[in-house]
């Protein structure tokens, strides 16, 4: 089982609508989690950061974390054209050097 | 500068020989770590200096590949008698934490590294 795992998709939505992206982490003292937005043939762009249970908002996105589940999500609210990417959920577990460990992304295309 | 820089962008080099990669972090940040990304996947951890401690070097996949960071700011990865299974893009990210579990990392455009 990879330590983290998210469906790679591809996920595709309407421009306007609410595009979630799911992934799951199997380390249960994971403390640290990040979602970072790539496009293609460019670097990894962290926009949101998320340490406690619960909801974290910043602009259309919101971040959700359930420890108990082992599982963080990302919502997009309102999607645009421009959120079409590939959204990388990392995690970085107690103890070891704070690398993140990544799953293999979601494919997000937002549809005009 | 504002953001991390690497260098080369892109490096061609024929098998067997020794290719460095170099990165300069966001100035002030004490943290700097090397990934590989393959295409379809997440980078990969490789290793991790604080200032110019190696702290974790158990993402290297063999002892062709080493890295150092003299002054605790620039850092280059170094590998070595290269084989093509090491193309890949070579990715480095700093962060401003030294301890706790806040971490943000935030990368460089990375080199992509081809071995013929």
């Known amino acids: 089982q990879k330590e983290v795992e998210q469906n790679s998709g591809p996920l595709s939505v309407p421009e306007g609508a609410i595009a979630s992206l799911n992934c799951t982490y199997s380390?249960?003292?994971?403390?640290?989690f990040f979602w970072y937005r790539q496009y293609s043939g460019k670097s990894p762009e962290l926009i949101m950061s998320?340490?406690?249970?619960g909801d974290k908002e910043d602009g259309r996105f919101t971040a959700q974390l359930n420890k108990a589940s082992q599982y963080v999500s990302l919502l997009i609210r309102d999607s645009q054209p421009s959120d079409s990417a590939t959204y990388l959920c990392?995690?970085?577990?107690?103890?070891?050097?704070?690398?993140?460990?990544f799953g293999s992304g979601t494919q997000l295309t937002v549809l005009p | 500068g504002a953001g991390v820089s690497q260098s080369p962008r892109y490096k061609v080099t024929k098998r067997g020989q020794d290719v460095a990669l170099r990165c300069d972090p966001i100035?002030?940040?004490?943290?700097l770590y090397w990934y590989r990304q393959a295409l379809g996947q997440g980078p990969e951890f490789l290793t991790y200096?604080?200032?110019?401690?190696?702290?974790?070097k158990s993402g290297l996949p063999n002892d062709r590949f080493s890295a150092e960071r003299p002054e605790g700011s620039i850092s280059t990865l170094t590998i070595q008698r290269t084989e093509q299974r090491d193309s890949a893009m070579y990715r480095c990210?700093?962060?401003?934490?030294?301890?706790?579990?806040?971490?943000?990392?935030?990368f460089g455009p990375g080199t992509r590294l081809t071995v013929l």
């Open positions: 100035s002030g940040h004490v943290s």
């Open positions: 200096f604080n200032y110019e401690a190696q702290q974790d």
């Open positions: 998320i340490y406690s249970n």
């Open positions: 990210a700093s962060s401003l934490a030294t301890s706790g579990s806040y971490n943000e990392q935030f």
């Open positions: 380390d249960r003292v994971s403390q640290s």
């Open positions: 990392a995690v970085v577990n107690t103890g070891s050097a704070r690398q993140l460990t």
